[in-house]
């Protein structure tokens, strides 16, 4: 990571006409491009199911049927920048008159003084009264660790693709006329919780190697019961492949990787007679492939992880359990039993040991083989989750290698 450096965003507003109107605002950088070693750096705040810290779950929610996008229903496609900025905290230079006056800012109510030929301000020649009265010490400057900028050229947008605020994808792309392949990325957090910004080192890590990048959030069963997930998803990906040109995105030519409840979304997307075109293979990192498994695992059991799992499960399908009229609400969260022909290729990555047991990828394995669907099932020693199974030695450059394969032409 980057400390102490402020880089500057540059904002590029984009606006064309396709089939409606476009309104997009992008803010691009020029910064070396980083080596990521592999691309399996993850933020601290990465979180899969287990310990998931970002909850932020709309306090809106619609509570309604699963929607087409607003791409559809209004023709209108809205985009905000995102910025991605190395900052450094308690040190500012102010520019003004003959000089520059450097200064840091103390405890309490501050008063700046003048600077060589410049006004007065928050920040002065380094001393400031507190609310004491008495000269208050300089502190030292202490770095603030900020996720490093993008690499050169490539540009971040937020994107709506459905009317509720939690309908919304990062893109990352290269403003270039090259059509690219694309990795889709869908957060865990229990169905519940869970936001795409803890996907942003994994996003970069892809966008670093030159595939278009859709980081989604989606709404989650506090905000709509199943299968709205699954919709959004599909919206998601619609969008995409609608405006593929304004990302110089290959519509016909992504993958799609899920982390945990997230791979329950990726997984789902990738069977039942989908038939999404373009989708080359589907990546699960400890997917939930199986509610009724996590159902079952959760009960008489002291593992909180696994009750809580049951209890979540039982929360996206409404509110009710696998019996009488839920039953059918249940069948269709259940992958496994709505495998076929045609179905995306899998690779699902699971450790001996965690909560989501490896018996969910074996699972979706025996339903899809007779199908004649290839399926790989890796099991990594350890109880590690989600984004932490991610970040284990070997898990993201096996992950990166598969998609590649799928993907690029060489397969590298």
Request: charged fraction near 15%; glycine fraction near 14%; aromatic fraction near 6%.
């Amino acid at each position: 990571m980057r400390t102490g450096v402020s880089v500057g965003v540059l904002a590029l507003a984009v606006a064309m006409l396709v089939p409606a109107v476009v309104h997009s605002t992008a803010h691009a950088t020029a910064t070396p491009a980083r080596t990521n070693g592999g691309g399996a750096g993850v933020t601290a705040g990465d979180a899969g199911d287990a310990g998931n810290t970002g909850n932020s779950r709309s306090a809106a929610g619609n509570g309604g049927a699963p929607t087409t996008g607003p791409t559809a229903a209004t023709g209108m496609l809205s985009a905000t920048g995102s910025t991605v900025t190395a900052a450094r905290s308690d040190v500012s230079t102010t520019r003004s008159g003959a000089g520059t006056t450097r200064g840091t800012t103390s405890r309490g109510t501050t008063t700046g003084s003048r600077g060589t030929g410049g006004k007065t301000g928050t920040t002065g020649t380094g001393t400031s009264t507190g609310t004491t009265g008495k000269r208050a010490p300089t502190p030292t400057p202490t770095p603030t660790l900020q996720p490093d900028p993008p690499a050169q050229g490539t540009v971040v947008n937020t994107v709506a693709y459905g009317p509720h605020p939690r309908q919304r994808m990062d893109v990352w792309y290269q403003s270039d006329e090259v059509k690219r392949p694309a990795v889709f990325l869908i957060h865990g957090g229990w169905w519940s919780s869970g936001d795409k910004k803890y996907m942003t080192e994994i996003s970069r890590s892809y966008a670093e190697q030159g595939y278009v990048v859709f980081n989604l959030n989606y709404r989650l069963s506090g905000d709509a019961s199943w299968p709205a997930q699954r919709t959004d998803t599909f919206d998601a990906v619609a969008t995409a492949r609608r405006h593929a040109a304004l990302w110089s995105f290959d519509p016909n030519n992504y993958v799609i990787i899920g982390f945990s409840a997230g791979g329950h979304l990726a997984t789902s997307v990738g069977t039942y007679r989908s038939g999404l075109r373009g989708l080359r293979g589907v990546v699960g990192i400890s997917p939930v492939v199986s509610p009724l498994t996590a159902y079952t695992d959760g009960a008489d059991t002291f593992d909180a992880n696994k009750r809580r799992l049951r209890e979540s499960a039982i929360k996206l399908a409404g509110g009710c359990e696998p019996t009488g009229r839920c039953a059918k609400v249940w069948a269709s969260m259940e992958v496994p039993w709505h495998a076929s022909r045609g179905d995306a290729p899998m690779l699902l990555i699971h450790s001996e040991d965690e909560f989501v047991s490896p018996e969910h990828g074996q699972q979706l394995k025996e339903h899809l083989r007779p199908a004649g669907v290839p399926v790989n099932v890796v099991t990594e020693p350890g109880i590690e989750h989600s984004a932490p199974l991610y970040r284990l030695p070997g898990v993201a450059e096996r992950t990166q290698q598969w998609v590649a394969q799928k993907l690029l032409p060489s397969g590298s």
